[in-house]
């Protein structure tokens, strides 16, 4: 009955029962490495908690279903989970990726992977036919991150799936700038989800988690598989919070999104900001796709300058007193980042650049406080 409901109520209920122990509502912290034995092998399903951990396990029945997915697994971090993805293929694989992604994919791809074989294009993805040149009977995945960090670009998941399929390629999908509040890629066709659960499903700051969901029975078999062989599994009291986190997402979604809304209306009005980059303005080149596939635009968005000024941008986030100067996003409070020189900075400048990352850029996670005192926070800094 409980897969039958509606997203609000997955977050509460999604793949929960009361601990069969004692009938706690919230699954217990099982702060254990190893469980007992009444003979070789006759366990109560859980022997060894790399393998499995019942607190994990609650949270990966948890993040299955709020992603309408039937097998949920929770890893270490955001790239422990794309880690467990790429060791899927084999060397001489290729990989199409878009062009504008986190620095620590990006990294995680050319400087550890490539050196095993694996083969990475990197392209603007709001055009098929820059996807269509470039596969080949070598193309094993579609790495699709969207809306974009930190461009805010927004890719068309369902052409994607429907071009990758005749193919046998497999689509994996970033959805942590999203949350599967604002959009489900399996239901449009993607094949694997990957959150940086750090973000927005946690949603405190207070945990660094990852997690991936799927469909196919023998793909969830692999996955398992390489999660339980290499070991990058996440802990009971990181899944515990997690867990906590997920059951406010609904909430924390809607006022993220109408925060968003306000600020991105108020920076793309103001005199001294050149552009905002945000999906819910009607003359975002991707604005159409957004509203058809997600059901709001999110709480991230990024901006510039008048002339691109950096040492402008500099003096404004230095001077903001509520948007704290921080890594990471999806928090409840309200963070401001520099992407070049942070969350960006491992990708060569020339395609940073090429890709909108240039150094003037701000990009902005906008919390869940009161948005008069955000605007007002920008307002000093900005002058």
Same mark, same amino acid.
């Given at each position: 009955?409980?897969?039958?409901?509606?997203?609000?109520?997955?977050?509460?209920?999604?793949?929960?029962?009361?601990?069969?122990?004692?009938?706690?509502?919230?699954?217990?912290?099982?702060?254990?490495?190893?469980?007992?034995?009444?003979?070789?092998?006759?366990?109560?399903?859980?022997?060894?908690?790399?393998?499995?951990?019942?607190?994990?396990?609650?949270?990966?029945?948890?993040?299955?279903?709020?992603?309408?997915?039937?097998?949920?697994? #929770?890893?270490?971090?955001?790239?422990?989970?794309? +880690?467990? $993805? @790429?060791?899927? %293929?084999?060397?001489?694989? &290729?990989?199409?990726?878009?062009?504008?992604?986190?620095?620590?994919?990006?990294?995680?791809?050319?400087?550890?992977?490539?050196?095993?074989?694996?083969?990475?294009?990197?392209?603007?993805?709001?055009?098929?036919?820059?996807?269509?040149?470039?596969?080949?009977?070598?193309?094993?995945?579609?790495?699709?991150?969207?809306?974009?960090?930190?461009?805010?670009?927004?890719?068309?998941?369902?052409?994607?799936?429907?071009?990758?399929?005749?193919?046998?390629?497999?689509?994996?999908?970033?959805?942590?700038?999203?949350?599967?509040?604002?959009?489900?890629?399996?239901?449009?066709?993607?094949?694997?989800?990957?959150?940086? #659960?750090?973000?927005?499903?946690?949603?405190?700051? +207070?945990? $660094? @988690?990852?997690? %991936?969901?799927?469909?196919? &029975?023998?793909?969830?078999?692999?996955?398992?598989?390489?999660?339980?062989?290499?070991?990058?599994?996440?802990?009971?009291?990181?899944?515990?919070?997690?867990?906590?986190?997920?059951?406010?997402?609904?909430?924390?979604?809607?006022?993220?999104?109408?925060?968003?809304?306000?600020?991105?209306?108020?920076?793309?009005?103001?005199?001294?900001?050149?552009?905002?980059?945000?999906?819910?303005?009607?003359?975002?080149?991707?604005?159409?796709?957004?509203?058809?596939?997600?059901?709001?635009?999110?709480?991230?968005?990024?901006?510039?300058?008048?002339?691109?000024?950096?040492?402008?941008?500099?003096?404004?986030?230095?001077?903001?007193?509520?948007?704290?100067?921080?890594?990471?996003?999806?928090?409840?409070?309200? %963070?401001?980042?520099?992407?070049?020189?942070?969350?960006?900075?491992?990708?060569?400048?020339?395609?940073?650049?090429?890709?909108?990352?240039?150094?003037?850029?701000?990009?902005?996670?906008?919390?869940?406080?009161?948005?008069?005192?955000?605007?007002?926070?920008?307002?000093?800094?900005?002058?």
């Amino acid at each position: 009955m409980k897969e039958k409901l509606h997203f609000n109520s997955k977050t509460i209920h999604g793949g929960q029962q009361p601990d069969k122990a004692y009938g706690a509502v919230m699954p217990p912290i099982y702060q254990t490495s190893t469980y007992a034995q009444t003979t070789p092998g006759g366990h109560k399903g859980f022997e060894y908690s790399r393998t499995h951990n019942p607190t994990r396990q609650a949270l990966e029945k948890s993040l299955a279903s709020i992603e309408s997915g039937k097998f949920g697994f #929770a890893f270490g971090s955001g790239l422990a989970a794309m +880690d467990a $993805v @790429l060791k899927l %293929l084999k060397p001489g694989d &290729e990989i199409i990726s878009t062009d504008d992604l986190y620095g620590g994919s990006y990294r995680l791809f050319t400087k550890i992977f490539e050196d095993f074989g694996l083969k990475f294009h990197f392209v603007g993805m709001d055009n098929l036919q820059n996807i269509s040149l470039l596969i080949n009977e070598k193309t094993k995945l579609i790495w699709v991150e969207t809306p974009t960090n930190p461009m805010m670009n927004v890719i068309d998941i369902k052409a994607i799936s429907a071009l990758a399929k005749p193919h046998g390629i497999f689509v994996a999908v970033d959805n942590t700038f999203a949350s599967p509040y604002l959009q489900q890629p399996l239901t449009l066709g993607a094949d694997i989800v990957m959150h940086s #659960a750090t973000k927005y499903l946690a949603g405190h700051s +207070d945990v $660094v @988690l990852g997690s %991936l969901v799927l469909n196919n &029975e023998a793909l969830a078999e692999r996955i398992g598989f390489i999660q339980n062989a290499s070991g990058a599994i996440c802990g009971p009291m990181d899944s515990f919070l997690t867990l906590r986190g997920i059951k406010t997402l609904h909430v924390r979604m809607q006022r993220h999104c109408e925060n968003a809304n306000a600020i991105a209306n108020y920076l793309k009005k103001h005199s001294k900001i050149e552009k905002v980059y945000w999906p819910g303005f009607e003359d975002h080149p991707n604005h159409q796709v957004a509203k058809t596939q997600m059901k709001d635009f999110g709480g991230m968005l990024s901006f510039v300058t008048k002339g691109g000024d950096y040492s402008a941008s500099i003096k404004i986030i230095e001077k903001l007193k509520l948007f704290t100067l921080a890594e990471s996003l999806g928090g409840v409070e309200s %963070l401001a980042g520099h992407p070049a020189s942070m969350t960006h900075a491992s990708i060569p400048k020339n395609l940073r650049e090429k890709s909108g990352v240039v150094d003037s850029l701000i990009r902005l996670s906008v919390g869940i406080e009161d948005v008069r005192d955000l605007i007002a926070d920008l307002k000093q800094a900005i002058g």
